[in-house]
Nanobody
Framework: QVQLVESGGGLVQAGDSLRLSCAASGRAFSRYNMGWFRQAPGKEREFVGT???????YYADSVKGRFTISRDNAKNTVYLQMSSLKPEDTAAYYCAASEARSVVEGVDYWGQGTQVTVSS
């Protein structure tokens, strides 16, 4: 069982940067594929990016070049560094973890979400 707790959300202006953190409980964090999703009001949850247990990364086209995912296995934490934020990045951001598959294929564990609001 893995529990995920996100932090770092807030209200920022367009063009600003923000870093989200996701702290994972439990052992074997280093073997989990991790990822971030987001959900804006009235829209479906969408994939943002992922980092594999080997630290390979992959991003949605909408954030490629602006967002960076990293992980610190010693701290059981995954990060989402967001830069050049746009109002359309406003959403609740969710951390995700999967053990034997990519989070793109399916998510085993979800965090509770953290809100990011970007004002114009």
């Amino acid at each position: 069982q893995v529990q995920l707790v996100e932090s770092g959300g807030g209200l920022v202006q367009a063009g600003d940067s923000l870093r989200l953190s996701c702290a994972a409980s439990g052992r074997a964090f280093s073997r989990y594929n991790m990822g971030w999703f987001r959900q804006a009001p009235g829209k479906e949850r969408e994939f943002v990016g992922t980092i594999s247990w080997r630290s390979f990364t992959y991003y949605a086209d909408s954030v490629k070049g602006r967002f960076t995912i990293s992980r610190d296995n010693a701290k059981n934490t995954v990060y989402l560094q967001m830069s050049s934020l746009k109002p359309e990045d406003t959403a609740a951001y969710y951390c995700a973890a999967s053990e034997a598959r990519s989070v793109v294929e399916g998510v085993d564990y979800w965090g509770q979400g953290t809100q990011v609001t970007v004002s114009s």
